[in-house]
């Protein structure tokens, strides 16, 4: 016990925690516990992500006086994302990982209470600006699959990610089901749906701050490594943003339309909130095993296969418009955005050193949600003005020319030296 404490005051660990790190866990302990923390956070965010997915375009079409712009408030949810995820990115290197999820958390819950007093004062700008702010928790929590690389071992590391976006299968379940209980239980629609996300935030601040995530050390806060346009040049960084980019935002598009889509094929919102359900669980429950894809096959290959079956989506969305299409193309999307997203995220992370993540991450994710802005912003126009098949139509060339991009990678990957 001497020997310990005189090496500890002798030489002080240069990383700090954002919580007391001796909690008496081994590493591998406090590894799993912190991914399996991270998982039920993500779980939490995905929960309330999915009941703003199911709600958002509908309440916009309640309230809009022109129906085109109906899918607004899912678009301003995501600028808000794009507008602060790089600042969130650089607080969290001052103020650490677990600081920054709570301080985009407590945002959340603001933003909750304004889409709450939207619908309650029948205000579609207001609502907007309500979703514009619930954007910087999702910026936030858009982190924590990099805070499971953060805390994992080289070895652990994909699956580490993998597992911390399986959470996203709870979303998958229980937002869906939140939003259909919650619709009418107060007397203006949707109100309750609304502030029930202010509960989901509460459980994950408790939460975050059962985590202990290390912050930067002295030297890696002082260096600002390569300049984000000589690591942009790697053509790993390049492949690892297009595949996030086109996989979120190919998805976005679809999904997004799909309940206005539904509604005009006389489906009812049941049925609406079905496909979403499936569709949130296709994205997430293929987690548990992409990690170890990633590793038997490598990582070209399954964001590969990630766009084969968003293609196979766009082929099923066009042969037909009974629930059942919708059903079969929001699952092929889903699982194709996993494997893109998730391929990209792992690839990412090759592709910087630690004094570098804040900038790399953030650039990624802030190209991720401009992208995801820019579909989220016509697919309502698009809905409108063009139809379903002319958006479904409309995604083949971006997936096309990221496979192509996915292809040229994987062969200079496995060239020789």
């Known amino acids: ?3 310990r404490v005189k090496s500890c005051s002798a030489k002080p660990s240069s990383r700090s925690a954002d919580v007391p790190a001796n909690r008496g ?3 591998l302990t406090a590894e799993k516990k912190n ?4 998982c039920a956070a993500q779980a939490l965010l995905f929960t309330n992500n999915t009941i ?3 709600i958002n375009g509908l309440a916009g079409y309640a309230l809009a006086t022109d129906k085109s712009l109906a899918t607004l408030p899912v678009t301003f949810y995501v600028i808000g994302a794009a507008l602060t995820t790089l600042p969130v ?3 969290m290197r001052r103020v650490g990982r677990i600081n920054g999820f709570t301080i985009g958390t407590l945002i959340g819950i603001l933003g909750a209470l304004i889409c709450g007093f939207a619908v309650y004062s029948h205000s579609f700008w207001t609502l907007c600006a309500g979703t514009l702010v619930m954007g910087i928790y ?3 929590g858009q982190y924590y699959r990099f805070a499971a690389a953060d805390v994992a071992s080289p070895d652990f590391k994909s699956k580490a990610i993998s597992l911390v976006m399986a959470g996203g299968l709870v979303g998958g379940v229980l937002g869906p089901q939140t939003s259909k209980w919650t619709k009418d239980l107060l007397p203006a629609e949707f109100l309750g749906s609304y502030l029930a996300l202010i509960g989901f935030c509460v459980v994950a601040l408790v939460l975050q701050r059962l985590m202990s995530i290390p912050r930067l050390t002295a030297a890696e806060q002082k260096d600002q490594g390569r300049p984000l346009r000589e690591i942009a040049r790697q053509p790993a960084f390049l492949v690892a943003v297009m595949s996030g980019m086109v996989g979120y935002g190919i998805m976005n598009l679809l999904m997004t339309a799909t309940p206005l889509a539904m509604r005009s094929c006389a489906h009812p919102f049941s049925d609406a909130v079905f496909v979403i359900q499936w569709h949130v669980i296709a994205m997430f429950a293929p987690s548990f095993v992409t990690g170890s894809l990633i590793k038997r096959f490598g990582v070209h290959n399954v964001l590969f296969t990630g766009v084969l079956l968003s293609l196979a989506c766009v082929a099923i969305a066009l042969s037909g418009v009974e629930v059942m ?4 193309a929001l699952v092929l999307i889903g699982v194709g955005w996993n494997f893109m997203y998730l391929g990209g995220t792992t690839l990412l992370t090759e592709t910087h050193t630690p004094a570098e993540k804040a900038k790399v991450q953030g650039a990624n994710d802030m190209a991720i949600f401009i992208t995801m802005a820019v579909s989220s912003a016509s697919s309502g126009w698009l809905f409108s003005a ?4 002319v958006m479904n139509y409309g995604a083949i060339p971006f997936l096309v020319a990221t496979g192509i991009a996915i292809l040229f990678f994987g062969h200079r990957r496995r060239a020789p030296v």
């Open 1 to 3: 016990m001497t020997r």
């Open 35 to 38: 991914v399996a923390l991270l």
């Open 138 to 140: 999702n910026a936030s």
């Open 325 to 328: 299409h919708f059903w079969v």
């Open 89 to 91: 990115s650089q607080l």
């Open 25 to 27: 866990f081994s590493k």
């Open 386 to 389: 063009r139809g379903w098949e």
């Open 52 to 54: 703003l997915i199911a």
